[in-house]
């Protein structure tokens, strides 16, 4: 059930329903804490809503789960 929150957050996130997608993603991340990808693209909404912290604590989630291109949002907007 995990995949339908994670492509509707997805959706929601194209259509700009920001408040959507972060709920969505956070629904995602309650069923399977394990999805690197949520981690990833809720840290894009959060940076682009100048929310650095959170968005830092999903990008090192991310890169802890294999997502290595989160390292250069980290070196970007968290090692500060």
Do not use: V, W
Request: with cysteine; hydrophobic share 40%; net charge negative.
């Amino acid at each position: 059930h995990h995949t339908a929150y994670f492509n509707r957050a997805l959706a929601r996130q194209r259509l700009a329903d920001i408040q959507g997608a972060l709920e969505d993603f956070g629904k995602t991340l309650e069923i399977n804490p394990q999805m690197a990808d949520a981690y990833y693209f809720r840290a894009l909404i959060l940076l682009d809503n100048k929310r650095f912290d959170e968005a830092c604590s999903d990008l090192n989630q991310a890169m802890s789960k294999g997502i290595s291109t989160a390292e250069i949002l980290i070196q970007q907007y968290c090692n500060q």
